[in-house]
């Protein structure tokens, strides 16, 4: 039964897949009531589940196959039971909210599109919109132009703004305005979304220009989309990074190469890349590719910082003896834990057989599981440990590096006491 603690029962969900329509959307109307009269309470254990057997409750209404209009309406009155299940449901994960966040909204879209009263479908949007204490309804605004006409999208605006010029304070005004917002950019007004924007918050933050920027870009307003985002300052921030990759595309259309070019070295910078190399040299031309390697070469050598994008960018360009000078330079600065990139670095070393700098990224991953102490990644450690066995043979000269068996033996002085690990390297504990 519906709420109850366990799943529904097998015989149930027989009964519902054997239903006809008829009978579906009856079972639909009584799951509704159940669930607006529950009043126990879902633990956070059981959440998941429970949203899982909520969500069930569309696909009754699926099989159902009531006209679009009807359809609609009844995932209208599925939306408003959104406070009393979300209020008795420890929903931390979200899995209860994304049933009407996705889910319903998704339904209730398809419906709505084919419903040919679209003034009904503007004012049953409204409604459902009118009262989102838990923000779960908000993606059917989103999704708006998706099912309503141009004329109805204005008619919403109207109320939306209407309401706002009425509101009793402040956050609920902007939150109105919010609304504004999101219809002005899927109509492709961006002046509208302009003024809107301006009226909630007033003069213009970076992230402010950006969006508006960005509206007008959508809308192919080239030019002021360029004045907007070129109010955003080219700093390091997340602004000024989606500002740039926007530039881009509007200076080489606007004929402005020109101003591209510092946009461009700023972007191969923040990521140097080969797609981003190419973005760069397009500009400047070909013959520059190799003074702009070089260049950045001796940058990244002589910088203290070891970035891992900076050691694959020069394995890319075929620079196979500096990305084992940068990794040997920056030894001190290569954090082990930061494996998720590490290893594929080391893997890449190996395959251009720049062996000495993959052991460097070994040991750095070995340390920084032996440092941790945590057992129960010990056996990553080990995996790590048993590549450097087989690399050893590989390195022909170690220079100022210790060898292998040097390195083996202090590791096993200074974490000797780490008996699991040691215990799974010797097989003494398998693996």
Request: glycine content about 6%; hydrophobic content about 40%.
């Amino acid at each position: 039964m519906l709420m109850a603690a366990e799943n529904p029962s097998v015989s149930e969900w027989v009964e519902c897949l054997i239903a006809t329509p008829t009978e579906a959307l009856q079972k639909y109307r009584s799951k509704l009531k159940q669930m607006k009269d529950f009043d126990g309470f879902i633990p956070w254990s059981e959440a998941s589940a429970f949203a899982h057997e909520v969500g069930a409750v569309l696909d009754l209404l699926r099989q159902g196959a009531p006209d679009p209009c009807s359809g609609a309406a009844l995932v209208g009155e599925f939306f408003a039971l959104d406070k009393v299940l979300i209020e008795r449901c420890d929903d931390s994960n979200g899995s209860l909210g994304d049933v009407f966040r996705e889910d319903a909204t998704q339904l209730f879209v398809e419906y709505a599109r084919d419903c040919s009263h679209k003034e009904a479908m503007a004012d049953l949007t409204a409604k459902i919109l009118k009262e989102d204490d838990y923000g779960v309804r908000g993606e059917l605004l989103q999704t708006a132009s998706q099912f309503l006409p141009a004329d109805q999208l204005r008619k919403l605006i109207a109320r939306y703004q209407a309401q706002a010029d009425t509101a009793v304070d402040e956050y609920r005004r902007r939150d109105h305005l919010r609304g504004v917002e999101s219809l002005a950019r899927q109509l492709g007004d961006a002046p509208l979304f302009e003024k809107t924007r301006i009226a909630a918050w007033g003069d213009p933050s970076p992230a402010a220009c950006l969006d508006i920027g960005r509206v007008y870009f959508k809308c192919d307003d080239l030019d002021n989309a360029r004045s907007w985002l070129e109010r955003v300052p080219p700093d390091e921030c997340r602004e000024s990074v989606q500002r740039d990759e926007l530039l881009l595309t509007i200076y080489p259309r606007q004929g402005c190469g020109n101003l591209a070019i510092p946009v461009a070295w700023r972007v191969f910078r923040r990521h140097r890349n080969t797609n981003t190399l190419d973005v760069l040299i397009a500009l400047l031309g070909e013959s520059e590719r190799g003074n702009v390697i070089a260049e950045e070469t001796a940058k990244l050598l002589a910088s203290p910082q070891f970035i891992l994008d900076n050691a694959q960018f020069l394995l890319q360009v075929g620079s196979l003896d500096d990305a084992e000078q940068y990794v040997l330079t920056h030894v001190t600065a290569i954090n082990g834990d930061h494996y998720w990139g590490l290893q594929d670095l080391a893997e890449e070393l190996l395959a251009a057989d720049r062996n000495l700098a993959a052991c460097v990224i070994y040991r750095a991953l070995v340390e920084s599981i032996l440092h941790r102490g945590k057992p129960k990644t010990y056996h990553h450690g080990v995996h790590y440990l048993q590549k450097l066995d087989l690399l050893a043979a590989r390195v022909s000269r170690w220079g100022d590096w210790e060898d292998h068996t040097a390195y083996k033996q202090r590791l096993y002085q200074e974490h000797q006491r780490k008996y699991k690990f040691w215990g799974t390297y010797t097989g003494k504990y398998g693996s």
